[in-house]
């Protein structure tokens, strides 16, 4: 009755897609393509495999073939939202290893701009992500952690215990008017300025999307269109 | 409480005597510009009362206060150990023969109703549902 009976009936989800953030030269594309035919992967929804696609800030989807890969999805996109370019992203990456393979993760300040979407579902993981890597490191922090920390924990108590020990730069405030609310140390105050703040992103990202979800929906009827029987047409 | 300090980058900790411990390992100790980190084992040292004398004492917020015992314990993992137990969960997800096919996400704007789905359990060919609930 618990996690595993709440994943079987599809209300609790474990990632199950690999989403790759490339970068989008042309060497690049064709070494990706080269690699996605390795794994017999088709497209399976709009837009189709395109530079300018990704460029414009689509994601395109993949299912594997392949007998070791199959039914897997792959996500494959270049632009994110309020994300920096590649070649930023790439300096602050996260290497691990696993079986003697190497992963480049994106570093986690920048997966926490990524989830900022209009998803209910990212800001949980967005709050957590925060809380995670804040009890793990508060004891010795860096200045670069602090700054995290004040720009993106979405806990108001943590935030609290956070402000008791340390001032904040006069920028932050800037950055995040919420953080002026830290005075008061009232978490229904700021659990209240952390649901505004979340809607005024949320709220942003649609407005990205509405262009672009345009863009999608003539793409699909492109596609319905092309894949209909035309009527009166007979052999 | 915490108020605007120079424009500058520099993160200041607060001036005051602050004692802050988490509960059951360290306590972090404040003295000005100063940080100690003493171990709860070290609290009974020659000397480290007199010092701790007259400071505050502020606890750390537990993980456990915020997210509850499981998710906590899942917050004290090392990221090694939380991707080991992810394996474990995708063992268990296909032995009751879940899905490769995302959820629906009706929120994404990538949604696509029309896009094909597998269709299919790619997980254990086994699992059948012998029995349903009313609902």
């Given at each position: 009755?618990?996690?595993?009976?709440?994943?079987?009936?599809?209300?609790?989800?474990?990632?199950?897609?690999?989403?790759?953030?490339?970068?989008?030269?042309?060497?690049?594309?064709?070494?990706?393509?080269?690699?996605?035919?390795?794994?017999?992967?088709?497209?399976?929804?709009?837009?189709?495999?395109?530079?300018?696609?990704?460029?414009?800030?689509?994601?395109?989807?993949?299912?594997?073939?392949?007998?070791?890969?199959?039914?897997?999805?792959?996500?494959?996109?270049?632009?994110?939202?309020?994300?920096?370019?590649?070649?930023?992203?790439?300096?602050?990456?996260?290497?691990?290893?696993?079986?003697?393979?190497?992963?480049?993760?994106?570093?986690?300040?920048?997966?926490?701009?990524?989830?900022?979407?209009?998803?209910?579902?990212?800001?949980?993981?967005?709050?957590?992500?925060?809380?995670?890597?804040?009890?793990?490191?508060?004891?010795?922090?860096?200045?670069?952690?602090?700054?995290?920390?004040f720009l993106e924990l979405r806990t108001p108590q943590l935030l609290i215990e956070l402000a008791r020990q340390n001032r904040i730069p006069a920028q932050l405030f800037r950055q995040r008017p919420l953080l002026t609310a830290l005075e008061s140390e009232d978490e229904s105050l700021l659990a209240k300025l952390l649901i505004d703040e979340e809607e005024k992103v949320r709220g942003a990202d649609r407005q990205y999307w509405m262009p672009l979800k345009k863009e999608l929906e003539a793409l699909r009827h492109a596609r319905i269109s092309r894949t209909k029987p035309t009527a009166g047409r007979r052999a | 409480m915490s108020s605007p300090a120079s424009d500058d980058d520099a993160f200041q900790p607060m001036p005051e005597r602050t004692l802050f411990t988490s509960g059951k390992v360290v306590a972090i100790y404040r003295v000005g510009f100063f940080t100690t980190i003493l171990r709860r084992n070290q609290l009974n040292f020659p000397g480290c009362q007199r010092l701790l004398r007259g400071a505050k004492l502020c606890l750390m917020i537990t993980p456990e206060e915020i997210v509850g015992?499981?998710?906590?314990?899942?917050?004290?993992?090392?990221?090694?150990?939380?991707?080991?137990?992810?394996?474990?969960?995708?063992?268990?997800?296909?032995?009751?023969?879940?899905?490769?096919?995302?959820?629906?996400?009706?929120?994404?704007?990538?949604?696509?109703?029309?896009?094909?789905?597998?269709?299919?359990?790619?997980?254990?060919?086994?699992?059948?549902?012998?029995?349903?609930?009313?609902?």
């Open positions: 009755m618990g996690g595993q009976a709440c994943v079987f009936y599809g209300a609790a989800e474990f990632s199950r897609d690999t989403d790759l953030a490339i970068l989008a030269s042309s060497e690049n594309l064709a070494r990706l393509k080269k690699s996605l035919a390795d794994l017999k992967a088709d497209v399976i929804a709009v837009p189709q495999f395109e530079a300018k696609y990704l460029r414009k800030g689509h994601a395109v989807h993949f299912r594997c073939n392949h007998p070791e890969a199959l039914g897997m999805r792959v996500d494959v996109m270049t632009k994110m939202r309020g994300v920096d370019a590649f070649p930023k992203l790439w300096t602050r990456r996260t290497t691990i290893e696993v079986d003697g393979s190497t992963i480049e993760l994106m570093g986690l300040p920048d997966l926490v701009q990524a989830k900022k979407t209009q998803r209910d579902k990212d800001w949980p993981m967005i709050r957590r992500l925060v809380e995670v890597n804040y009890f793990a490191n508060r004891e010795t922090p860096t200045k670069d952690q602090l700054r995290f920390w | 015992e499981e998710w906590a314990s899942w917050y004290r993992l090392s990221p090694q150990e939380r991707w080991h137990e992810s394996e474990k969960l995708w063992q268990v997800y296909f032995y009751l023969g879940g899905s490769l096919d995302a959820q629906p996400d009706t929120q994404s704007p990538f949604f696509d109703p029309g896009a094909p789905s597998m269709g299919v359990a790619h997980g254990r060919p086994g699992m059948r549902i012998l029995r349903r609930s009313r609902v």
